[in-house]
């Protein structure tokens, strides 16, 4: 299958522990009580202005249905690159066409299990990219949108993380962690 398949039909990247890549399997089959460990990728999307985008997943979701997190996330295809990847998903996800997509995180890896048990367990890159065109979020991606203040964000995931992604949560600790000039790239553009 080609990586820009409809979902039912998209291929994830398996990993070994040291993050290898060691096969593919079907999405639709990965993402269970025993997840193995695949390469996905998270998004923060900001506006010409430097606002940041935050998402609502779709109650739909099969993970976290009905959280705040960040702009977007995927999973690139076997032998696709992950800026590539990334700019698929904004289309895909969001309707989205990007510019200045920089790797923030680019080791990043967590495992989180939601209240259903169901886990994710991913290396999963992190980037940060600018909107270059309007948007036109899919509803079974994509229940609200907001635009927000980073230092707002920080500051309502600090308050509340409960009410956001797990992975958002940990990603916004390690970017805060890196501080000084590491940070550059997490900023919202000038």
Not at 130 to 152: G, I, K, N
Request: proline share 6%; with cysteine.
């Amino acid at each position: 299958m080609t990586s820009g398949s409809s979902s039912t039909q998209e291929h994830v990247v398996l990993l070994s522990e040291a993050g290898a890549p060691v096969g593919s399997a079907l999405k639709a089959t990965v993402h269970t009580f025993d997840t193995p460990l695949h390469l996905g990728f998270s998004c923060y999307l900001f506006d010409t202005s430097g606002r940041l985008l935050l998402t609502r997943r779709a109650l739909s979701k099969t993970t976290w249905p009905g959280v705040w997190t960040n702009s977007f996330c995927g999973h690139p295809g076997p032998q696709e690159e992950l800026t590539e990847a990334v700019r698929r998903r904004a289309r895909q996800e969001l309707g989205a066409e990007l510019t200045e997509i920089r790797a923030t995180l680019p080791e990043f890896r967590y495992r989180a299990v939601d209240a259903s048990g169901v886990v994710e367990n991913e290396i999963c890159p992190v980037f940060t990219a600018v909107l270059t065109s309007e948007l036109a979020p899919v509803e079974d991606e994509v229940s609200q949108w907001q635009w927000a203040d980073l230092d707002a964000v920080k500051r309502a995931v600090a308050g509340a993380p409960f009410a956001f992604s797990p992975w958002m949560v940990e990603q916004l600790e390690a970017m805060a962690a890196l501080g000084g000039s590491e940070q550059r790239g997490w900023s919202a553009p000038a």
